[in-house]
Each structure stands twice: as structure tokens, then as C-alpha cells.
């Protein structure tokens, strides 16, 4: 009796591994999500839509990294209208890492004039029950967008999936160390770096300017722009599966010559030859 049971308990638990395998991932996940919490800030306001979503370690940028929950709840209300729509998503093999990317409308007051256009990225992390929940939260502005930006959404890539990672502090560190490698090697040639770490479906994220969107035109902009880059580590994480990933840290940027403080975030995927590339960079300017 007991070796029928046990058997029948191995037998259930093969069945749930072998449907958890089976269950598809898709990137409409975390589209849903962010729309959802984009009309939660028309209904419930900015404050109370961040903080119905925020992960528990989640962080914004006001302008250095502070805790959602910690920088929401310091304030009383925050004024005006706050709009956005995701362009560029993607999410992680097994569902828990993702992040979306578009372009928002803030506007506090009633003319056009009072509105502020710019660029997000939403950085989302599984909790215990398997919900998304708002673990970064960054964004630039620019002028207003002379057309609109078409929609990037892809599922998980399966000949890009590995084994589940059995050590996470092991996969932490392999991110840390790619990106610091990245900062070093910026430091000896920016277009060098780019060139060897930038997916060719990059996105560069920068104040002031429209998304600049694949390796060739990213690498024409920082030429043209005359950009010269230092930066530091601050934290990283990356999903389970090995796919996706995520990098932020502080940034001093010369631009021709001008020199100014930034955060960075970083989104790093693996390609098929199992190498982490850069798919998105963003930099948001620190204020003075």
C-alpha cells in the first residue's frame, strides 16, 4: 500500500512538472498589467495606482532610487494626469520577469501647453502568487513625438531557454559582472562597447531625444552626439529562467561639452549562442 501511494505521489508530482512546462508564457501578461495599472491612475490618481501595484523592494527615480511604497506614502497627493502606453515589451520564460516600454502624457493643468511628453520603462516581478508587480520605474522627457511608435511585443524565444537556475546568487553574480564589464569597457571606447554588447534590436533611451531604436543608429547618435560615458553598479537582477535581466546604476555622461549625472537601467537578454546583450538602456537625468 504504501509503494502504490508513493508511487501515485510521484506520479502527480511528474504530471504538475510536466504541465507547468507545458504552460505557455505570454507577453500579453504584462501588457495587461500595465494597462491595467494605467487605468487605475485615471481611476484611483498616481499616488494610490503606485502604490496598488508596487513591488515590496519596487523603486522610482525622484531623482536618486527610492522605495514606491517609501516615496508614495511621503506624500500627501501628486497633482495632475498621468497617461501612457506600451510599445515594447517583453517577458521571461518562465513569467517571472518583464518590462514594458512607451510613451506617457503628463499634464498638470487644462492647455496644451501643461502637457509633458517622454518615454517609460516599467520593470515587473512575479510575487508568490504569480502576479505581476512593479519593481522599477523610470522615465525622460522630450518633445513632442512627430509620429507614432510601433508596437514591439515578442513571447518568450524557446531556442533561447536554459535550464532553471539552481544557484540565483550565482546568476546574480554573472549579471553583476557583465555589467560591470560593460561600464569598464565604456570607459576605454563607447561605440567599441556598444558595438560588442548591444542587441541589433537595441533601444536607447535619452532626455530629450525619441527613442533611438537598433545598434546602427544608437551607435550613429552617440558618434554624432559626441557622447562619452562613466558609470557604476548599483544592483541587478535577473529572472529564473536565464533569459532576461535587468541592471541600474549611477552614470556621468559627457556630451560634447557638457558634462551631467544620470541613472541608468539596463534590460539584458540572452541571444541563442547564450550570450547577454543589451536590449534597452535608458538614462534619466539627476538634478543638480
Given at each position: ?67 514606491i511604497t517609501d516615496f508614495y506614502n511621503s506624500i500627501d497627493k501628486q497633482p495632475g494626469n498621468l ?106 571606447s563607447a561605440l567599441a562597447t556598444y558595438k560588442e554588447f548591444l542587441s541589433p534590436e537595441g533601444r ?85
Amino acid at each position: 500500500m504504501k509503494r502504490l501511494i508513493l508511487a501515485a505521489a510521484i506520479l502527480l508530482c511528474y504530471d504538475e512538472l510536466t504541465l507547468a512546462q507545458q504552460t505557455k508564457v505570454e507577453v500579453s501578461k504584462v501588457v495587461d498589467a500595465e494597462q491595467s495599472f494605467n487605468k487605475q491612475t485615471e481611476r484611483k490618481g498616481i499616488k494610490d495606482a503606485f502604490l496598488s501595484v508596487a513591488d515590496p523592494e519596487g523603486i522610482v527615480f525622484k531623482p536618486e532610487a527610492i522605495k514606491i511604497t517609501d516615496f508614495y506614502n511621503s506624500i500627501d497627493k501628486q497633482p495632475g494626469n498621468l497617461s501612457w502606453q506600451p510599445k515594447f515589451a517583453r517577458i521571461s520564460a518562465n513569467g517571472d520577469l518583464a518590462f514594458t516600454a512607451g510613451p506617457y502624457i503628463y499634464q498638470n493643468g487644462k492647455a496644451d501647453d501643461d502637457k509633458v511628453y517622454g518615454h517609460y520603462v516599467s520593470i515587473w516581478r512575479a510575487d508568490v502568487d504569480n502576479k505581476l508587480k512593479l519593481l522599477i520605474d523610470l522615465g525622460i522627457q522630450h518633445p513632442e513625438p512627430e509620429q507614432e511608435e510601433t508596437t514591439d511585443f515578442k513571447d518568450p524565444d524557446p531556442s533561447k531557454q536554459t535550464a532553471p537556475s539552481k544557484d540565483p546568487f550565482n546568476g546574480r553574480s554573472i549579471i553583476i559582472g557583465t555589467d560591470k564589464i560593460f561600464n569598464h569597457e565604456l570607459t576605454v571606447s563607447a561605440l567599441a562597447t556598444y558595438k560588442e554588447f548591444l542587441s541589433p534590436e537595441g533601444r536607447y533611451y535619452f532626455p530629450g531625444f525619441d527613442p533611438i531604436i537598433g545598434q546602427e543608429k544608437i551607435m550613429k547618435f552617440i558618434d554624432n552626439e559626441g557622447i562619452s560615458i562613466s558609470a557604476e553598479t548599483i544592483n541587478v537582477g535577473r529572472s529564473s529562467s536565464n533569459d532576461l535581466a535587468y541592471s541600474y546604476g549611477h552614470a556621468r555622461i559627457k556630451k560634447g561639452d557638457i558634462v551631467s549625472n544620470y541613472n541608468y537601467v539596463r534590460i539584458w537578454e540572452i541571444d541563442k549562442d547564450h550570450k547577454w546583450n543589451v536590449l534597452l538602456e535608458i538614462f534619466s537625468a539627476i538634478e543638480q
